[in-house]
């Protein structure tokens, strides 16, 4: 079933894709989303080809789909909210809040959230998009940007790719690091032994991670760190860390049991988030408070004369890039 068929009629040689984002005014990716979908037609035949070259007088014509959209659950939570305006949302994720629905998650999710804001992006092809750009796992807590329409979503998922978005976490580990800065660059993919692990795979993904020593505890038993990705895979902080035999504490996974271990939390925060704000193309930097659970935590193990100075983001960004990454 379709909603409409719109007709446009070429005055000049070319490209489909280029033709169809100067007459709908949508970005490239959206176009090609269309196409390879059988929604257009040139002249009467269907095309899946975004690079096809047009001639003047030829008819383009798009059945746009039908969108589709699902109830949101709903919610009895709130997510701090860091900064807002017409093309983005920051916001401050909590621990144990899901990003994205799926058949195994019962409980509501961050987009669940998101609905209930108003923000849905639809889209031509026909999917309801929620402006995530990049996730943060379940148990992780932290910065994350939103995009809140279609131009916001691409220009944030080409930072995403090409780097120019960057976040620092922060991490208490045991036992401490040896090394005052420790590169990571090792190849993650799906765990042969347990099909909810990420681990270190020749076969994987490339994979690299920076990590920088902050303050040992009270005991010297662990450490606070500071955590830079140059990539996103999953679980790419933990299997890392796990690479030397390190872990995050109240991490279940990958670290100690439950049953040795009664946090309520793991013990990982994604601190600060840095990119291009898409419409005024000036930097934008935000830093997600710790929260009340890891506060606590750091005040009860660490010194806290100490802590809030070398948690400084500036001065966490100056650790990395005076280093040769």
């Known amino acids: 079933m379709t909603q409409e068929e719109t007709i446009f009629t070429t005055e000049e040689a070319i490209r489909l894709d280029v033709f169809l984002t100067q007459q709908l005014a949508q970005t490239r990716n959206q176009i090609a989303q269309l196409i390879e979908q059988n929604c257009v037609t040139v002249d009467g035949k269907a095309t899946a080809k975004s690079g096809l070259k047009l001639k003047p007088d030829q008819k383009v014509a798009i059945r746009f789909p039908e969108q589709k959209s699902t ?13 807002e ?69 691409e220009a944030l998922s080409l930072q995403l790719q090409d780097k120019s978005m960057g976040r620092y976490y922060l991490a208490v580990i045991t036992p401490p690091l040896k090394e005052n800065i420790t590169m990571i660059d090792r190849p993650i993919g799906r765990s042969a032994h347990n099909r909810l692990k990420m681990s270190i795979n020749e076969n994987g993904k490339n994979a690299k991670t920076a990590f920088a020593k902050l ?12 955590c830079k990705l140059f990539t996103g895979r999953t679980h790419q902080i ?23 271990d009664k946090m309520e939390r793991i013990m990982l925060h994604a601190y600060n988030l840095y990119f291009t704000h898409p419409t005024t193309q000036k930097r934008v930097n935000f830093t997600a408070p710790l929260g009340n659970v ?16 070398l948690i400084d983001p500036v001065r966490i960004e100056h650790l990395f890039s005076s280093e040769s990454l």
């Open 238 to 260: 933990r299997v890392h860390l796990e690479s030397i035999s390190r872990h995050i504490m109240g991490d279940h996974l990958y670290g100690t049991s439950a049953k040795s």
């Open 215 to 226: 303050l040992s505890s009270h005991d010297e038993t662990e450490e606070l760190i500071a």
């Open 71 to 83: 109830p949101a659950q709903e919610i009895d939570f709130e997510v701090e909210i860091l900064f």
């Open 85 to 153: 305006d017409e093309d983005i949302l920051v916001i401050n994720k909590p621990s144990s809040l899901t990003v994205h629905p799926a058949p195994s998650v019962k409980e509501p999710t961050l987009v669940d959230w998101l609905k209930h804001k108003g923000i849905a992006l639809s889209t031509l092809s026909g999917e309801e998009r929620h402006g995530i750009v990049h996730r943060l796992d379940r148990g992780t807590s932290g910065a994350m940007v939103i995009a809140k329409n279609n131009e916001a979503h």
């Open 294 to 309: 890891v506060e606590d935590y750091l005040q009860k193990h660490f010194d806290p004369k100490e802590l809030h100075a």
